[in-house]
């Protein structure tokens, strides 16, 4: 299987008045055509910077700082996204063409004074080259896909007057629109109750296999990704710290963050054992615990080298790697 995107050591950081605080340190992954990558971790991990980075759009401030992002188009040579202009015109070509967002709140994404149809067309015409009569056909088509029950009426209407499911359907019409080959999702079903998430992440995960894309899904909530995910990186305070198949990480977590957050869940936990709980909270990125910077909260807290030695990263089995002294 040849790799989409490949993420080599990527450190993004925010200017300061005098320093760069770095936010994500040298993280590394890659996704494959019609393969699941999941990235977990704790509110403030950098799962969303991380993505962000791959279609070049890190908020005000932030810059990458190091490593690469690399691009694998369906003929030709790989495209350095890292070395590309910001906003040039090679990276606006990638982005929704080939590698498509879909935003945790719609509301943010979706344009209030245009009617849901109309913005669909708009990304359509923007990248391909559909008139206006065939681009609506293909918008109310796509909502068909994505599950609307009239999709010519929902095309008229504006976001507003759409439930939470639907315009959460309605973000996917949109990226799916130029048919990408790289989705990327983040936390697309946070503000969606159970049921309703159930059904966006299943269509979600039909529509990957039906159009073959490659796919990565950011969640805090590890239970929702052991689901769909074939890969999975975990994030602690901007580091990967733990990387690998999702069956050997699931099942032999072997960073104890990992087993810390699967711990808390019924269907991961020791039979008979009280579902553990994080201790405390994911400290501030300005004020990063030395060492190791999950030792405050660490549950198998070792020793003093993990209060003073930054851990590397350790080969624990086949492609699955851990940032944790206990695997030296
Ligand atoms: N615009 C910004 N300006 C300054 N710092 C930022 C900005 N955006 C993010 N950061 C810093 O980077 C860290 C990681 O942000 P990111 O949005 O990637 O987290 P996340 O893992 O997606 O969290 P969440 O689960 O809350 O979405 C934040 O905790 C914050 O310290
Ligand atoms: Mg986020």
């Known amino acids: 299987m040849k790799d989409l995107v490949t993420v ?25 055509t019609g393969e699941t990558l999941g990235i977990v971790g704790e509110s403030g991990s950098g799962k969303s910077l991380s993505a962000r980075a791959i279609l070049g759009l890190l908020p005000s401030g932030g810059k990458t700082t190091g490593g690469r992002i690399s691009y694998q188009p369906e ?4 495209i350095t996204i890292t070395d ?41 015409r923007q990248h391909t080259d559909l008139n206006k009569r065939a681009a609506l056909a ?12 009239s999709p010519a009426i929902i ?19 949109m990226a799916l629109s130029c048919s990408p080959r790289l989705l990327i999702c983040d936390e697309p079903t946070t503000a969606l109750d159970a049921t309703t998430e159930a059904q966006v992440v299943d269509l979600l995960m039909k529509l990957q296999q039906d159009m073959k894309m490659g796919m990565i899904f950011i969640s805090h909530n590890i239970g929702l990704v052991s689901e769909i995910a074939d890969r999975v990186m975990v994030m602690y305070l901007g580091q990967s710290i733990e990387y690998g198949l999702a069956g050997h990480v699931l099942r032999k977590p072997a960073h104890p963050y990992t087993r810390a957050l699967l711990g808390a869940l019924p269907a991961f936990a020791e039979p008979g054992s ?11 990125l300005a004020a990063r615990p030395q060492g190791c910077t999950f030792h405050p909260r660490c549950p198998e807290y070792a020793g003093d080298q993990c209060k003073t030695r930054i851990p590397s990263v350790h080969v624990v089995a086949n492609q699955h790697l851990a940032r944790c002294h206990i695997h030296e």
Not at 75 to 78: C, P, S, T, W, Y
Not at 138 to 148: C, N, P, S, T
Not at 155 to 173: D, K, P, T, V
């Open 155 to 173: 095309a008229e209407q504006y976001a507003h007057q759409l439930s939470g499911g639907m315009r959460q359907r309605a973000m996917i019409a």
């Open 84 to 124: 590309l202009p910001k906003n040039g015109r090679a990276i606006r070509k990638l982005r929704g063409a080939e590698i498509a967002m879909i935003f945790q709140e719609p509301m943010a994404s979706l344009s209030p004074v245009h009617t849901i149809g109309n913005q669909i067309v708009t990304t359509l």
């Open 138 to 149: 293909r918008a109310i088509e796509l909502l068909d896909q994505v599950g609307m029950a």
């Open 75 to 78: 003929e030709g040579d790989a």
């Open 8 to 32: 080599e050591d990527l450190s993004i950081g925010f200017d300061l008045r005098e320093l760069v605080l770095p936010a994500v340190d040298s993280i590394s992954f890659s996704v494959g």
């Open 274 to 284: 009280e579902l553990a709980s994080l201790q405390g909270a994911v400290p501030d």
